[in-house]
């Protein structure tokens, strides 16, 4: 499994083209095919290619929603 840093993770923010990925409790998930994140935007809340464990505490679902494709670790 691929490892990731914060700065690489900023990466795959999904604009031009780039896939859209967040990462969660250390795990990054693969969000670019979810119409919710549709060009690395979720809600005009929060932004792919950032760790959203902190933001999650906040959110109005539970973390059964993060059920998309693990692509690696945060390190």
């Given at each position: 499994m691929k490892?990731?840093?914060?700065e690489e993770l900023k990466q795959y923010n999904g604009q031009?083209?780039?896939p859209a990925y967040v990462a969660y409790k250390g795990m990054v998930?693969?969000?670019?095919?979810s119409?919710?994140?549709a060009d690395g935007d979720?809600?005009?809340m929060h932004a792919a290619g950032e760790d959203l464990t902190e933001a999650?505490?906040?959110a109005p679902?539970?973390?059964h929603v993060i059920d998309?494709?693990?692509v690696g670790k945060l390190v």
């Amino acid at each position: 499994m691929k490892e990731f840093t914060l700065e690489e993770l900023k990466q795959y923010n999904g604009q031009d083209g780039k896939p859209a990925y967040v990462a969660y409790k250390g795990m990054v998930y693969d969000v670019t095919e979810s119409a919710m994140w549709a060009d690395g935007d979720h809600e005009g809340m929060h932004a792919a290619g950032e760790d959203l464990t902190e933001a999650h505490e906040d959110a109005p679902h539970d973390e059964h929603v993060i059920d998309f494709p693990e692509v690696g670790k945060l390190v």
